[in-house]
């Protein structure tokens, strides 16, 4: 739901634009699973996923959570939205991505 949400018009391009703005530092894939399961719910009510669901025999969903980094909600703050909303709490609270070992 994240292409239709964002009023994408070539929605088959959603996985490289999240590839993109993932390697541009702008959001982090959560590698933990969600704590609540309800929040799914219309996402696997979609005609989309309930086909991907009855096409195989076998089915592992695996439910995850994307997120601005620090930097994203910045750029989005700058470019995406006037002054008065970017000043207001009105954007929404993300995580911040864990850091990094190794």
């Known amino acids: 739901m994240v292409g239709p949400r964002a009023g994408l018009r070539y929605l088959e391009q959603v996985p490289s634009y999240l590839n993109n703005l993932f390697r541009l530092g702008l959001v982090w894939f959560s ?5 609540d399961h309800m929040e799914y719910q219309v996402l ?3 005609p989309d ?4 669901l009855h096409s195989v025999k076998f089915t ?6 994307i ?3 620090p930097f994203g909600e910045e750029f989005c ?5 006037d002054e008065a909303t970017a000043a ?8 911040s991505p864990p850091d990094m070992e190794g």
């Not at 590698?31 to 704590?35: A, D, K, T």
């Not at 592992?60 to 959570?65: F, G, H, L, T």
């Not at 703050?77 to 939205?81: D, E, I, M, N």
């Not at 207001?88 to 995580?95: F, I, M, N, Q, R």
């Open 77 to 81: 703050k700058l470019a995406l939205v």
């Open 60 to 65: 592992k969903v695996v439910r995850r959570s």
């Open 44 to 46: 696997e009510a979609q």
């Open 31 to 35: 590698r933990e699973p969600v704590h």
């Open 49 to 52: 996923v309930l086909a991907a």
């Open 67 to 69: 997120h601005l980094t």
């Open 88 to 95: 207001s709490d009105a954007l929404p609270e993300h995580e």
